[in-house]
């Protein structure tokens, strides 16, 4: 009965993080960009009472054996890079990348992340930034005279300047994409950086001939959780820590009888 109240307590602490990861998803629901986790889980050890397919007989093998699991854990909780709705906005700096990729974001200590999400303006000196001020890479600047900005699926960007017809070009957006990109590490903030699991970043041009997706403009990306969805998993997760509340108590109940049996 000692493994059944650790078997259950373990489930009761999977479903709490499963709860929490519910919890995280939900609150980002209206996140620009932000991509769901998705909790899994395995099952622990085994303890070996009889070994399968060990021998019963001078001719005959134990068909399944006897094996007592200890429980289970959180294995991982990967990110689910499925596209999110679009949400036009109007916003000539509002970008949303059509398939895979991600924008190259220069922090200020100077390393490059990741985001999905597009929601970009410009700062004093007409950089293109992010919300926190930090530079789109390859940085590109458009003069504070500029009038019409636009850009192109493939990510040029160009202006027009007062009493002239001829556009001027400011830059070209590129974008980066990994092997793996659910092996990325989620900083906050909508960044993510690179690791060893989701491998270094392939740049290219949008709609290039790395795989990159196209951008589109004013438009941003939606966060993809589905509420529904979440709601549904909450339930589920719920009802998991109530079942294995209630096999804590019956093991509780057990050894309650076992203590009063010499009274």
Request: charged share 10%.
């Amino acid at each position: 009965m000692i493994r059944a109240l650790y078997s259950a307590a373990s489930g009761m602490a999977a479903q709490q993080m499963n709860v929490d990861n519910i919890a995280h998803n939900l609150a980002n629901a209206n996140t620009t960009g932000f991509k769901a986790r998705r909790a899994q889980f395995q099952d622990l050890m085994y303890q070996t009472v009889v070994q399968p397919g060990s021998a019963s007989g001078q001719q005959t093998t134990v068909p399944t054996g006897i094996q007592v699991g200890l429980g289970t854990r959180p294995a991982s909780n990967e990110i689910v890079f499925t596209q999110g709705a679009f949400s036009q906005t109007g916003n000539p700096l509002d970008l949303v990348i059509q398939g895979n990729g991600f924008f190259q974001i220069r922090q200020t200590n100077g390393d490059i992340a990741y985001t999905r999400s597009g929601s970009f303006q410009m700062d004093k000196d007409g950089n293109i930034v992010t919300a926190d001020g930090n530079l789109l890479q390859p940085q590109i600047t458009i003069p504070s005279a500029a009038q019409a900005v636009s850009i192109a699926q493939d990510g040029t960007v160009s202006y027009t300047l007062p009493n002239q017809t001829a556009s001027q070009q400011a830059g070209q957006i590129q974008l980066a994409t990994f092997a793996n990109p659910a092996g990325m590490n989620s900083m906050g903030g909508n960044l993510y950086s690179p690791t060893d699991a989701s491998g270094t970043a392939i740049v290219g041009n949008p709609g290039g001939t790395e795989g990159l997706g196209t951008v589109l403009q004013g438009y941003t990306e939606s966060s993809n959780v589905s509420v529904v969805d979440e709601f549904v998993n909450l339930i589920v997760a719920q009802r998991g820590y109530e079942a294995n509340s209630k096999v804590v108590k019956a093991a509780d109940d057990m050894y309650s009888q076992i203590n009063n049996l010499t009274r």
